[in-house]
């Protein structure tokens, strides 16, 4: 899936469909409604974060998923690359 993304962004990008003038970067949290492994530290959120980037149009351009630890602005290199 990874490398046809890549393929389908290089083909937009080559004909010109992709707004680099502008991009858009956010995140949303799904908690884990259980609670989460028993071995988990109470103190922690318990969870998945997801991370997006978008073009101008709304076109995603790149995607990742973490635990729900790590903040937001730690996740967005990661979510570049």
Do not use: Q, Y
């Not at 890549?6 to 083909?11: N, R």
């Not at 990008?13 to 908690?31: N, T």
């Not at 101008?56 to 937001?72: R, Y």
């Amino acid at each position: 899936m990874t490398r046809i993304r890549a393929e389908l962004l290089k083909d937009l990008d080559r004909r010109g469909k992709i707004d680099w003038a502008e991009s858009f970067v956010d995140g949303s949290f799904a908690s884990a409604k259980r609670g989460g492994p028993l071995s988990a530290k109470p103190n922690r959120g318990k969870g998945t974060k997801w991370m997006a980037i978008v073009d101008g149009n709304g076109l995603p351009l790149g995607m990742s998923i973490h635990s729900a630890s790590p903040a937001e602005c730690t996740l967005v290199e990661e979510t570049l690359r």
